[in-house]
């Protein structure tokens, strides 16, 4: 059972323009969101995040905006860069005791940026 | 970037074999996590780890094992690798409560 979606496997964006990336969870117990980008051949590296407290969370070109009630969250990247050509993943947390915490992964978006 | 270093990058190994994946890092970071991913899956939670010798398992557990007998190192085994566990094994680490997660650049493991 997926209990974090991202529904899209591919989003094409020309240079400039806005990309919104979106993710669907279903576990209520999420307490905290984020994002991560992943480049070819290179591990994922933390981008933003939003505790479920927050409605929006901003950084930058980057904000993630998140609705509770719907359980949905997403992420936008204004404007869009050649660079920010990579696979994006959501993931969610909740806690597993002992202090530490397990994150959850969407399957990933593979966003394209086109100069 | 966060210190981790996973070793090997690449293998290529026989099914029935055993194989060791190994995380190092230098951050001194408490939580340690191994995870898999696959196309069409995401990231997958293997096992982790919450200090020296406290480890426990994550989603897909099953014909995986760790250890971690010292803070900066974080072993993965496959006790006799399958092909279904062909795939890229990425660690992460955080070093306090909440704090997100920082991975290594991967591991690709196929098995023949």
């Known amino acids: 059972d997926q209990q974090v979606k991202q529904n899209s496997p591919s989003l094409s964006v020309q240079e400039g323009r806005i990309s919104i990336l979106n993710c669907d969870y279903t576990n209520s117990m999420f307490d905290y969101f984020l994002w991560y980008k992943k480049y070819p051949a290179e591990g994922p590296t933390f981008l933003i995040s939003?505790?479920?407290?927050?409605d929006k969370n901003e950084d930058g070109r980057f904000t993630v905006f998140l609705n509770k009630s719907a359980k949905h969250l997403s992420l936008h990247i204004v404007p869009s860069q050649p660079g920010d050509s990579a696979v994006y993943f959501c993931a969610a947390r909740k806690d597993s005791g002992a202090g530490s915490y397990q994150l959850t992964f969407g399957k990933g978006t593979k966003l394209s940026v086109i100069p | 970037d966060a210190g981790i270093t996973q070793s090997p990058r690449h293998k290529v190994t026989e099914t029935g074999t055993p194989v060791t994946l190994r995380c190092h890092q230098t951050?001194?970071?408490?939580?340690m996590y191994w995870y898999r991913q696959d196309p069409g899956h995401g990231l997958r939670l293997i096992h982790y780890s919450y200090g020296v010798k406290d480890t426990d398992k994550g989603e897909v557990s099953d014909g995986y094992s760790v250890s971690r007998s010292k803070t900066e190192d974080f072993l993965l085994t496959l006790e006799s690798a399958t092909s279904s566990q062909t795939s890229v094994y990425f660690c992460?680490?955080?070093?306090?409560?909440?704090?997100?997660?920082?991975f290594g650049n991967g591991t690709r493991l196929t098995v023949t």
């Open positions: 951050e001194n970071h408490r939580y």
């Open positions: 939003i505790s479920s407290i927050k």
């Open positions: 992460a680490i955080s070093g306090r409560q909440g704090s997100p997660l920082h």
